[in-house]
């Protein structure tokens, strides 16, 4: 999903929180880790406007064609903290490294089960928006 610079995944502005967005890995695996490269911006990047602070990474083998969330599993939650504990709408230098340059890494929880499909879903942003926006997602485990 683009990289830590000027491409990024950006959702619909108006679209509305939660929201989320499902990944076939092409493959099923048993993830061990994963890292979120932030959008490296001006004025809206990481720990402002719609860079995510509290999200969730659900899986499943087997979608519903329905779009419900019936077949999938919890793999875990995550909150974005900055490294420098600035107040909100405040980001240093040595925050902005930590977002957009070396990625902010999250293990899964070991007892998790193998899953292809992933679906990241925003349940929180830094700002006041609504849609969220990130550079770049790199997931790591064991392929079956």
């Not at 990474?57 to 995550?78: E, H, K, Q």
């Not at 240093?92 to 990241?120: M, N, S």
Request: one cysteine or more; proline letters at 8%.
């Amino acid at each position: 999903l683009g990289g830590a610079g000027t491409s990024i995944f950006h959702t619909k502005p108006g679209s509305g929180l939660p929201q989320w967005f499902t990944i076939d890995m092409g493959v099923t695996a048993t993830l061990s880790r994963f890292k979120l490269h932030h959008r490296d911006g001006t004025t809206d990047g990481p720990y402002t406007g719609g860079d995510p602070e509290i999200y969730e990474i659900w899986g499943s083998n087997d979608p519903a064609n329905d779009g419900s969330w019936d077949s999938w599993t919890l793999l875990t939650r995550c909150k974005s903290v900055k490294p420098s504990g600035t107040p909100e709408g405040t980001v240093t230098t040595e925050d902005k490294q930590f977002a957009t340059v070396d990625g902010e890494d999250f293990d899964f929880p070991p007892d998790i089960p193998p899953v292809r499909y992933l679906r990241f879903k925003t349940v929180k942003v830094w700002g006041a928006l609504d849609h969220m926006y990130i550079a770049e997602l790199t997931f790591w485990g064991n392929v079956q």
